[in-house]
């Protein structure tokens, strides 16, 4: 079955403990992307992957790290988390180019005390 | 800059009844338009798409949702709401910029009542 996966999916944690979420697809797609989703602000992108090696911020990237090793896994890192950081983390997927259409994980929630 | 609104943040319909679920977007080139929903607790399912050709396309449980350009909307319909229907909603727009492929609208939330 095609699709996104992403670990843990409850996560709590508390101020200053690195942690890694991972993302794993399975469908070969050269772009790789995070985002939180926050009530009343909608899905807001963190970093992006367009290929193995190539990430780049995206409009929320403060706090956040990502690293692209082999091309199905896309983990997102918080060296430091901090409250601010608690929210709801969606990975997607998708074939470069095309017509955009992204492939989401089932969520990650993650509260920082 | 590219940006997508959904101008209603909360709406309750009564099961069977009509539902409309307004979006406007913000990009000068020809769109890439999706409505996504969020049920409860659950992850993001894409509804339907539009890309090209007909305007008015079909989604899956029922919805549809029609594209005009002339008032850059992209409305998403159901003939007759049925209580496993609220969930939030939220309307996407793929541009084509490096990264940002895919623009959200802050979503709405409906809820439906017997």
């Known amino acids: 079955e095609a699709q996104v996966t992403q670990n843990p999916r409850y996560l709590i944690t508390v101020t200053g403990k690195k942690l890694t979420v991972t993302c794993s697809q399975n469908m070969n797609h050269e772009y790789m992307s995070w985002y939180r989703q926050d009530p009343g602000l909608g899905l807001r992108q963190i970093y992006y992957s367009m290929n193995v090696e190539v990430t780049d911020k995206g409009d929320v990237p403060e706090g956040y790290k990502v690293s692209r090793k082999e091309k199905r896994n896309f983990p997102l890192i918080l060296e430091s988390p901090s409250p601010n950081q608690t929210s709801l983390y969606f990975c997607a997927s998708r074939i470069s180019g095309g017509t955009y259409e992204q492939y989401f994980g089932p969520g990650t929630r993650l509260t920082v005390t | 800059a590219q940006s997508v609104t959904q101008p209603d943040i909360h709406i309750t319909v009564s099961e069977g009844a009509s539902l409309e679920l307004r979006c406007n977007y913000s990009y000068g080139a020809t769109p890439y338009l999706f409505w996504y929903v969020q049920s409860p607790g659950q992850g993001l399912q894409l509804l339907l798409k539009?890309?090209?050709?007909?305007?008015l396309v079909q989604g899956i449980k029922g919805f549809e949702a029609e594209f005009k350009r002339s008032q850059s909307s992209f409305n998403l319909r159901k003939p007759s709401v049925h209580w496993s229907d609220a969930a939030e909603y939220f309307c996407?727009?793929?541009?084509?910029?490096?990264?940002?492929?895919?623009?959200f609208g802050k979503g709405t939330t409906l809820s439906v009542s017997s």
């Open positions: 996407a727009v793929g541009v084509n910029q490096a990264g940002t492929a895919l623009i």
């Open positions: 539009y890309f090209s050709g007909d305007t």
